[in-house]
């Protein structure tokens, strides 16, 4: 069974600071990687996500996430951060296949200092 | 297009009560799927459908949860009883399938917040 590890529960970062959040999966296959933002109150909002080719995801708001095969990572990144990205990060991992329900890590929450 | 719409968006209830959760997805969408997060974790999947067959309900507890999609279009997830674990939100997706690799269109709800008390 696939798993999804997210080693950060909190990550504190100055506004206009580089940010980068690990994310470690566990898939014998080649996975499905995607990247979702959640705030307060509100649904999950997908950032990005990995098929397949390019190893270097651009997603929206100017996140970036890179595909390592080898490290089994897909960690995400954004060169400078803005206020409003202050919310809850989730790495998911999906099968393929007849099932598509992803799993997700547990998340890291983002706090960004004026 | 519209999204996918839950309701209710808040239920308060007491343990050992019933409860029912409704969703919409998006039209034309075949796959449909329950979530339950709860507080400070990842969402998990409960149970996914395809038109009004289930695919996948191997994380729904099946002696308290159940769930229907009885026209392939909308779905309700119930909890009976309710137990005070039960607390949490309960997210609803639907996707497009498509045949070989990974599903279109894959989009969460706002969800639903249940505390059980």
């Known amino acids: 069974a696939q798993s999804v590890t997210q080693p950060d529960i909190h990550i504190t970062v100055s506004e206009g600071a580089s940010l980068e959040l690990r994310c470690n999966y566990s898939?014998?296959?080649?996975?499905?990687l995607f990247w979702y933002v959640q705030s307060p109150g509100q649904g999950l909002q997908l950032l990005l996500k990995?098929?397949?080719?390019?190893?270097l995801v651009q997603g929206i708001k100017g996140f970036e996430a890179e595909f390592k095969r080898s490290q089994s990572s897909f960690n995400l990144r954004k060169p400078s951060v803005h206020w409003s990205d202050a919310a809850e990060y989730f790495c998911?991992?999906?099968?393929?296949?007849?099932?598509?329900?992803?799993?997700f890590g547990k998340g890291t929450h983002l706090i960004i200092q004026p | 297009e519209a999204g996918v719409a839950q309701s209710p968006r808040y239920k308060i209830i007491e343990k050992r009560q019933s409860v029912a959760f409704w969703c919409n997805p998006i039209?034309?969408?075949?796959?449909l799927y329950w979530y339950q997060q709860i507080l400070g974790q990842g969402p998990k999947l409960l149970i996914q459908?395809?038109?009004?067959?289930?695919?996948?309900d191997s994380q729904l507890p099946k002696d308290r949860f159940s769930a229907e999609r009885l026209k392939g279009v909308d779905s309700t997830l119930k909890i009976q009883p309710a137990k005070l674990e039960d607390s949490a939100v309960y997210l609803c997706?639907?996707?497009?399938?498509?045949?070989?690799?990974?599903?279109?269109?894959?989009?969460f709800g706002s969800g639903t917040r249940l505390t059980v008390v």
């Open positions: 898939y014998g296959a080649t996975p499905y």
């Open positions: 998911a991992v999906g099968a393929g296949g007849g099932a598509d329900g992803l799993t």
């Open positions: 459908f395809q038109n009004n067959g289930v695919v996948d």
């Open positions: 997706a639907s996707s497009l399938r498509r045949s070989g690799g990974w599903v279109y269109g894959y989009t």
């Open positions: 990995y098929f397949s080719g390019d190893t």
């Open positions: 039209s034309g969408h075949a796959t």
